[in-house]
């Protein structure tokens, strides 16, 4: 292959880059290629979990990404192009595909997940050939092929991380590195077509474009007629023919101001505004009611609905709707209303509605009866072992009403006890949570049950092996102690909460001496703490002010002696505050405490000596920091 006659080819004809991505633009640009660009609107959304292979993914995502731009360009007016290229590259490590970071801490994890290890790089590319037959519609063929190049990394300290993630360069590239600039230190070697990993595998692309212009496939070839020579793997598709009404449906739904717009802007560029800028605010346009458009009244569609979907899982749960079924599947609606003792209609819609939350299933659509899927097998079930029973029972008797009074919350910048319970809001916890056995039992299930979920992984976050004695403050049911005894065969673990607390944490331990786990009782904010090698904060600190949070970690920095360890677990928020909004939505309880990132742990954590060895976003409920006392 001569690359000079490839290029050539295109010579005279319009070529269109469905892509932004300066490095894919570089790359065309100095193999000579002349083409326009055009971003595609397609959003990268495939379910991964649909392809058997991940350069599968990378490929059919580029082709949406041609396709998208294919069928747009008529549709505002503008010439049909003859070639249109769609790329696509992610990073595979371990059996996950790694896209572009949404923020610093998922940076981080895509990262160090990379770190001392071998991955692949795959690019997928798309080559979408338009003609128009003699019907004066418009045939188009499907080129598409991958690329995989392998790239191992160094081992990367948890400096070199933060220094590369605080560059700002991981956060526009898939997997979270540019080898072509800063991050390129991190590679130790690259196997196949380095270009393949700054974005675009020109050399494999040349290879197609001579098959295509040298010895083209016939059409009656069908799929893969043109996997010859040593260009593979590719596949050649030739879908429906872009036909007069299939463009005009595609104007209609992409809005018909395109063309006005694109010339108004050419003839009468204000001079106030850059060209970069209409033409940008020319393409949103373009995208309005685009894919991207549905897609998002679908997502705030769902925002509206969402309060709905969580009154239909707590109701389905306080009724006992799913240890019903578990005991008895197979029921209808009737027997479901009559051993729940509620109307038939009223439990005819519930379970419908369960159906549609993947909560329940049916089995029989003519006279349906009801059956537990595995969501609910493994999360709604008392007896689960990851039975989220007790903490959505709280949400819907505690967190439920205190939501219901939002808005007097947001306009007062307080908790609404009072309005929700008709009491007023003394001391956190011994006033409000702990006011009657039965609240404060409920509140404990509530714990109970989140910190059987989120314990295995917060204990296994770090080594903790130089650490033998943990005192759990504020442990509560002794839950997440218990899941630091199973991860840690060598530890003990001592729980510290308020009297109230300890007297009744027995219903949920039956003292068991091989677990390592004693309880002590007592306030943190006066009493002494027990000594330990390791304190562990779980769901603490959130609760307090920073006023109060000094006050508890100056006790803990008493204590501690150099080299005591610190393991504080919270949902940590993102450095510019913008999520996750798990933690965002919980602060809206408006309790006197508040939310932080990791950088505000830390820095709190450091004016006590205590300095942060390791943050783990653990993917589940809470992540974890580890700090050392100096
Ligand atoms: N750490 C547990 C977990 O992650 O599941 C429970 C967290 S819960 C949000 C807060 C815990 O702190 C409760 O068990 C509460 O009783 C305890 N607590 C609150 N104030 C306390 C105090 N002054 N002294 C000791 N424990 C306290």
Redesign the pocket.
């Given at each position: 292959m001569v690359m000079n006659p490839v290029i050539s080819k295109l010579a005279g004809k319009l070529v269109v880059l469905a892509s932004s991505s300066p490095r894919r633009l570089e790359i065309l640009r100095n193999a000579g290629m002349r083409f326009e660009v055009v971003p595609s609107c397609f959003k990268e959304t495939l379910d991964k979990r649909l392809f058997k292979a991940p350069q599968e993914y990378a490929v059919e995502t580029a082709k949406q990404k041609a396709l998208e731009v294919t069928r747009r360009m008529p549709c505002n007016h503008r010439k049909m192009p003859d070639i249109v290229i769609g790329a696509d590259t992610i990073v595979t490590v371990d059996g996950m595909i790694l896209e572009k970071p949404r923020d610093k801490q998922d940076a981080y994890r895509m990262l160090s997940s990379l770190s001392g290890k071998e991955h692949s790089v795959f690019t997928g590319v798309a080559i979408v050939l338009c003609h128009e037959n003699e019907n004066e519609e418009v045939d188009y063929q499907i080129v598409d092929f991958y690329e995989e190049t392998k790239v191992k990394f160094a081992d990367l300290s948890e400096d070199m991380l933060w220094e590369y993630i605080d560059s700002g360069e991981p956060m526009d590239k898939a997997g979270g590195y540019g080898i072509q600039a800063l991050g390129g230190m991190l590679v130790e070697y690259v196997h196949g077509d380095f270009l393949n990993v700054v974005g675009f595998p020109l050399n494999h692309f040349c290879k197609q474009l001579d098959i295509i212009y040298n010895c083209p496939p016939s059409s009656s070839d069908g799929q893969h007629g043109s996997c010859h020579g040593d260009a593979a793997p590719c596949s050649v598709s030739t879908p429906p023919p872009l036909t007069p009404s299939a463009t005009h449906t595609a104007q209609t739904a992409c809005g018909e101001s395109g063309h006005a717009e694109v010339r108004h802007s050419e003839e009468t560029l204000p001079l106030t505004t850059s060209r970069g800028q209409l033409i940008n605010e020319i393409h949103q346009r373009e995208c309005e009611d685009s894919e991207e458009a549905r897609e998002d009244l679908q997502r705030i569609i769902q925002l509206i609905d969402g309060f709905k979907a969580s009154k239909a899982l707590f109701t389905a749960s306080s009724l006992g709707i799913f240890d019903l079924l578990q005991r008895k599947p197979a029921l209808d609606a009737a027997q479901v209303a009559h051993e729940l003792k509620t109307s038939i209609k009223g439990m005819q819609c519930l379970l419908e509605a369960c159906v549609s939350l993947n909560l329940l299933k049916t089995q029989n659509c003519e006279a349906p009866v009801y059956e537990n899927t595995d969501l609910a097998k493994r999360f709604l079930l008392s007896d689960a072992r990851w039975s989220l029973l007790g903490h959505i029972a709280h949400y819907n008797d505690t967190v439920w009403p205190l939501f219901h009074h939002l808005d007097s919350a947001v306009k007062e910048g307080n908790h609404q006890h009072h309005k929700a319970f008709g009491k007023k809001c003394g001391v956190?916890?011994?006033d409000t949570?702990?006011s009657s056995e039965e609240i404060q039992l409920k509140f404990?299930k509530a714990?109970?049950s989140?910190?059987k979920v989120?314990g295995r992984a917060v204990a296994t976050a770090f080594d903790l092996s130089a650490f033998k004695t943990a005192c759990?403050?504020?442990?509560?049911?002794g839950?997440?102690a218990s899941e630091f005894t199973k991860a840690h065969p060598e530890m003990c673990v001592t729980v510290?909460?308020?009297p109230s607390?300890v007297e009744m944490s027995q219903h949920f331990h039956p003292p068991c001496a091989e677990d390592r786990v004693t309880f002590v009782s007592?306030?943190?904010?006066?009493d002494d703490l027990p000594k330990a090698d390791l304190y562990?904060?779980?769901?603490?600190l959130h609760?307090w002010s920073d006023e109060k949070v000094h006050i508890l970690l100056g006790r803990i920095a008493d204590v501690c002696t150099p080299g005591c360890g610190l393991l504080l677990?919270e949902i940590f928020l993102n450095e510019n505050r913008t999520g996750p909004s798990r933690g965002l939505l919980q602060a809206l309880s408006m309790s006197e405490g508040r939310q932080r990132s990791a950088g505000e742990y830390g820095l709190l954590l450091k004016s006590h000596a205590f300095i942060t060895t390791g943050i783990k976003q653990t993917d589940n409920l809470?992540d974890a920091m580890l700090c050392v006392k100096v």
């Open positions: 956190l916890f011994q949570i702990y404990m714990m109970h989140l910190a989120s759990d403050l504020g442990g509560c049911t839950a997440m510290f909460d308020l607390v007592g306030d943190f904010f006066k562990i904060l779980a769901r603490i609760d677990s809470l």
